[in-house]
């Protein structure tokens, strides 16, 4: 499975973006689907995930309340709505797929997109 993320870019503090996440093949509806982050001289982190099936959600604790992750299975897409931005949330952003849990780790997830650039600017 091939993954495009796309959507990132610049935007000013308390501003919106969201970011999408585009699947080659119809086998990613049966994927949890995840985003990470990876920011400046950091390590890459977790972001928010979504079950293929069902409606559960989980999110860092940094982006709750203000994130949200959802997908389209019968476009093979996934999305992620950010609101109230600020410049701790820029970073890379990566879309990935995964065949098994915890949603919350890196190695759980199978498939990687290339990233999209997000810069909050203050």
């Known amino acids: 499975v091939q993954l495009q993320a796309s959507g990132g870019g610049l935007v000013q503090a308390g501003g919106s973006l969201r970011l999408s996440c585009a699947a080659s093949?119809?086998?990613?509806?049966?994927?949890?689907k995840g985003w990470f982050r990876q920011a400046p001289g950091k390590e890459r982190e977790f972001v928010a995930a979504?079950?293929?099936?069902?409606?559960?959600?989980y999110y860092a604790a940094s982006v709750k309340g203000r994130f949200t992750i959802g997908r389209d299975n019968a476009k093979n897409t996934m999305y992620l709505q950010m609101n109230s931005l600020n410049p701790d949330d820029t970073a890379v952003y990566y879309c990935?797929?995964?065949?098994?849990?915890?949603?919350?780790?890196?190695?759980?997830?199978?498939?990687w997109g290339q990233g999209t650039l997000v810069t909050v600017s203050s």
């Open positions: 093949e119809r086998t990613f509806s049966s994927y949890t």
């Open positions: 990935a797929a995964a065949s098994r849990a915890p949603w919350t780790e890196e190695s759980s997830y199978d498939y």
């Open positions: 979504i079950r293929w099936i069902g409606s559960s959600t």
